[in-house]
């Protein structure tokens, strides 16, 4: 699995909002993950090896760009700061 990757939980009953999820990253004995709940996003944990060993259980059912994604309105408005310093602004750091 990549980052991204929006897995379908089996384990997870057919009305239980979390059975789908944003795999994040492996960090050895657990796998994070963002899940919503039906009411708010939540990060999640689930064992490396569970997801390792039953991939019948974790299928990856769609793809979010979630780097990019959060990554270009940051990226955005570090390039408007830079314009700002360049163009005369007052840098806040300073």
């Known amino acids: 699995m ?3 990757d929006i897995v379908r939980n089996y384990w997870a009953g057919d009305k239980n909002p979390t059975r789908y999820f944003v795999y994040l ?3 050895g004995k657990y796998t994070s993950a963002i899940s919503f709940d039906g009411k708010r996003l939540r990060k999640a944990q689930y064992y490396s090896d569970h997801i390792k060993k ?3 259980k974790f299928v990856v059912v769609g793809y ?3 780097i990019d994604y ?3 309105p940051l990226l955005e408005l570090l390039r408007s700061d830079c314009r700002e310093i360049i163009g005369g602004g007052e840098n ?3």
């Open 2 to 4: 990549k980052c991204g």
């Open 25 to 27: 990253k492996n960090e």
């Open 54 to 56: 039953e991939p019948d």
């Open 64 to 66: 979010i760009d979630l």
């Open 70 to 72: 959060i990554k270009a």
């Open 92 to 94: 806040e750091n300073n």
